[in-house]
T-cell receptor, first 112, second 116 residues
């Protein structure tokens, strides 16, 4: 059974800092990995999708990497802004199925 | 496209009542997922469909929960009878899978259920 862990659970940084969020998973037989953002009281918004054959994806100030062999992914946020404050969730497919298993998320606060 | 549409956005009901949550996926998406989110347990997959057929319902907590997808544009999640511990935000999400791989999983805004 796929288990997804995100560390840290919460992170507070000053505006402008570069930061890294971590995601680890137990089963490397995945179809894809996705990073989402959730604002308080809202739904989830997809940020980046990495297919199993890919090593990384970039969108603007965001870069996500995937290392299947070690069961890890990182989300790099460059030059953080107060508007980046949200909870970031990592989701990984469960081996051999289409099910996406979510981590508990990292709550990010970017202070002006 | 208007995205994944869920209704109602908020539902407050009393224990023992029947609750029906509705979802309209994005047109052309052939996978539909129902998730439940609580502070304690995070996001849990309840059930998912492929081409309107239920594929895995192992996350459905009890027989009180049932889900249907009568056609490609509509799905329901029903709780009967409801209990206070069912209080949560229920999300519907849809995606597709093509020759290039998986598409982005798109979530609806969620239905916040409170059972008194």
């Amino acid at each position: 059974k796929q288990e997804v862990t995100q560390i840290p659970a919460a992170l507070s940084v000053p505006e402008g800092e570069n930061l890294v969020l971590n995601c680890s998973f137990t089963d490397s037989a995945i179809y894809n990995l996705q990073w989402f953002r959730q604002d308080p009281g809202k739904g989830l918004t997809s940020l980046l999708l990495i297919q199993s054959s890919q090593r990384e994806q970039t969108s603007g100030r965001l870069n996500a990497s995937l290392d299947k062999s070690s069961g890890r992914s990182t989300l790099y946020i460059a030059a953080s802004q107060p508007g980046d404050s949200a909870t970031y969730l990592c989701a990984v497919s469960e081996g051999g199925s289409e099910k996406l298993v979510f981590g508990k998320g990292t709550k990010l606060t970017v202070n002006p | 496209d208007a995205g994944v549409i869920q209704s109602p956005r908020h539902e407050v009901t009393e224990m023992g009542q029947e609750v029906t949550l509705r979802c309209k996926p994005i047109s052309g998406h052939d996978y539909l997922f129902w998730y439940r989110q609580t502070m304690m347990r995070g996001l849990e997959l309840l059930i998912y469909f492929n081409n309107n057929v239920p594929i895995d319902d192992s996350g459905m907590p009890e027989d009180r929960f049932s889900a249907k997808m009568p056609n490609a544009s509509f799905s329901t999640l029903k709780i009967q009878p409801s209990e206070p511990r069912d209080s949560a935000v229920y999300f519907c999400a849809s995606t597709s899978r093509g020759w290039r791989g998986w598409g982005v999983l798109t979530f609806g805004a969620g239905s916040r259920l409170t059972v008194l």
